[in-house]
Nanobody, 124 residues
Framework: QVQLVESGGGLVQAGGSLRLSCAASGRTFSSYELAWFRQAPGKEREFVAGITGSGGITRYADSLKGRFTISRDSTKNTVYLQMNSLKPEDTAVYYC?????????????????WGQGTQVTVSS
């Protein structure tokens, strides 16, 4: 059984930074792609960033390039999302997801396993 556990969310002022973590278990971590999505109140869950099993390829939502960085540590079975220059519009629940695609997939419905989410709130 795959388990994903996110952490690192919280309340931060605009312009600040947070680093989210997602610890995975139950799979051969390095064989799978991981992604971060987010869902703001009243909005659809949207792709934020993804990384391939090898960590060699990353992909970001166009609007977030340059502010967010995804990385993974296979020795810890953990994927990270470094978020800088945060804005109030980044406020959302952030979820990590895992899948086996051979590439970064941005479509929410393609992922079978999800974490429980971690709340990020950016105050103005």
């Amino acid at each position: 059984q795959v388990q994903l556990v996110e952490s690192g969310g919280g309340l931060v002022q605009a312009g600040g930074s947070l680093r989210l973590s997602c610890a995975a278990s139950g799979r051969t971590f390095s064989s799978y792609e991981l992604a971060w999505f987010r869902q703001a109140p009243g909005k659809e869950r949207e792709f934020v960033a993804g990384i391939t099993g090898s960590g060699g390829i990353t992909r970001y939502a166009d609007s977030l390039k340059g502010r967010f960085t995804i990385s993974r540590d296979s020795t810890k079975n953990t994927v990270y999302l470094q978020m800088n220059s945060l804005k109030p519009e980044d406020t959302a629940v952030y979820y990590c997801a895992i899948g086996s695609f051979g590439a970064v997939v941005t479509v929410r419905g393609a992922y079978d396993y999800w974490g429980q989410g971690t709340q990020v709130t950016v105050s103005s």
